[in-house]
């Protein structure tokens, strides 16, 4: 680990500024503290935003839920709004990591965490995301866990996080607040694929903060979960997953919201997937049609085409699971 100056931040305009200066912000610190040790992140000035007043989970007008970026992932999985209004939250996040980790990351910390491509954090080897024009040692190297969608020529690395799938699903939105005020980003732009640029993971200016993620409201009864499909049962990072939630009247999908992980280069939102629930009636035909869907602009590598069936098994798996036709 490098030399770096510290400032523990005492209010939000204090973080703001120092942040504005150049500082990185640092809460639960799981992610960012791992890359300094491995050389991989070199911040000069790291700025602990952990004792700003951003731990409330409140209901918003009209329904959702607004959950403040310092809340802890663990606190998050238990809270009574979550689990009843979003059950794929909370699994998300329960099959997130260790618990000790959960006990000290904050939820802005997840969606902000870097890639876990083993030539990403060995910093002898080319890689884009961290020094942009060197190369992807992944393309031609082992790339087993790997993304099969969203990639580019630049990069081909997955994003980790299990929360993000499920927020992808839903339609979530960040709030951020940086020296040009307030602003307000889709979930959909918040996490950017890497085309030319994987250096630029996130939407969000110099000096900006999140300071909330906000769930729209849906029609009631929504009926959600996650499923991760990984190497062994804990601890460990996704192959696949989905992210469901169907709002079901009448014996019709009126509503459907999936997303995947584990393939792409951020949370893959299956929009055809969901445009072949949409209007239908529930049915283990219906479940195996739209996952097909699941893998249109697959793009395999030399390793890890397996994820192309896995992904339709993945997504047709869980419809099943929330839709309630075995």
Known sequence: MLPFAYTRATSVPAALSAG??????????????????????????????????????????????????????????????????????????????????????????????????????????????????????????????????????????????????????????????????????????????PGDTPQREQNIQPGELITAIEIPAYPRPLVSGYLKVRDRQSYEFALTSAAVALHVRGGVIREAKVAAGGVGTVPWKLAAVERRLIGARPSAELWARAAEAATEGARPLSHNRFKVELLRRTVERQLRVVGGTR
């Open 20 to 193: 504005s200066r150049g500082g990185r912000y640092i809460a639960g610190g799981t992610t960012l503290v791992d890359l300094m040790r491995e050389t991989v992140e070199r911040p000069d000035h790291v700025v602990d935003i952990d004792g700003l007043p951003l731990r409330e989970i409140t209901g918003v007008r009209g329904g959702g839920v607004r959950v403040g970026a310092l809340v802890r992932m663990s606190d998050a999985a238990r809270h009574p709004l979550i689990r009843t209004m979003y059950p794929v939250v909370s699994q998300a996040l329960e099959l997130s990591a260790s618990p000790q980790l959960r006990n000290m990351a904050s939820i802005g910390g997840n969606i902000m965490q870097r890639t876990r491509c083993t030539y990403f954090r060995d910093v002898s080897a080319a890689c884009n995301k961290r020094t942009p024009g060197s190369g992807c040692a992944a393309l031609d190297g082992y790339n087993r866990s790997h993304a099969i969608l969203g990639t580019s020529a630049a990069c081909v690395a997955t994003h980790p996080s299990d929360l993000a799938v499920a927020l992808a699903a839903l339609e979530a939105s960040v709030h951020l607040l940086g020296p040009g005020g307030q602003r307000r980003v889709a979930f959909a732009n918040f996490l950017l694929t």
